[in-house]
C-alpha cells in the first residue's frame, strides 16, 4: 500500500512561487502515473495536473496552465509541484495522487495566497 507526504505549502502573496514535494513509499514509484489535485474550503477536490511514469507527458487543468509544472524525480520517488504566479483562487490544501487503483490519498499541504 502507497505512502504519500505531501510538503512545501505555506503562505505566499499574490504573484508569488512555491514548490510541493510529494514522496511516495510502498510500490514502485517509477511504475505509476501520477497526479496533483487540490481542494479549497467548500469545494470538491478537483484535478490540477498529471504526468506519465517516466515524466515525459504532463496534462494540466486550464487554471493552473501556464503558471505551473509538475515533474517528478523516480530516482528519489519524489513528484513536484512548482507553482508561479499564484493566485488567491490557488489557496486549498494540495494533494498528491498515484494512479495505482488504491484510493489512498496523503494529508495534504496548505497553500494560502493572500491579496
Known amino acids: 500500500q502507497v505512502q504519500l507526504v505531501e510538503s512545501g505549502g505555506g503562505l505566499v502573496q499574490a504573484g508569488g512561487s512555491l514548490r510541493l514535494s510529494c514522496t511516495a513509499s510502498g510500490r514502485t514509484f517509477s511504475g505509476y502515473g501520477m497526479g496533483w489535485f487540490r481542494q479549497a474550503p467548500g469545494k470538491e477536490r478537483e484535478f490540477v495536473a498529471t504526468?506519465?511514469?517516466?515524466?515525459?507527458?504532463?496534462h494540466y487543468a486550464d487554471s493552473v496552465k501556464g503558471r505551473f509544472t509538475i515533474s517528478r524525480d523516480n530516482a528519489k520517488n519524489t513528484l513536484y509541484l512548482q507553482m508561479n504566479s499564484l493566485k488567491p483562487l490557488d489557496t486549498a490544501v494540495y494533494y498528491c495522487k498515484m494512479y495505482d487503483g488504491s484510493g489512498n490519498w496523503g494529508q495534504g499541504t496548505q497553500v494560502t495566497v493572500s491579496s
Open positions: 504526468i506519465d511514469r517516466s515524466g515525459s507527458i504532463t
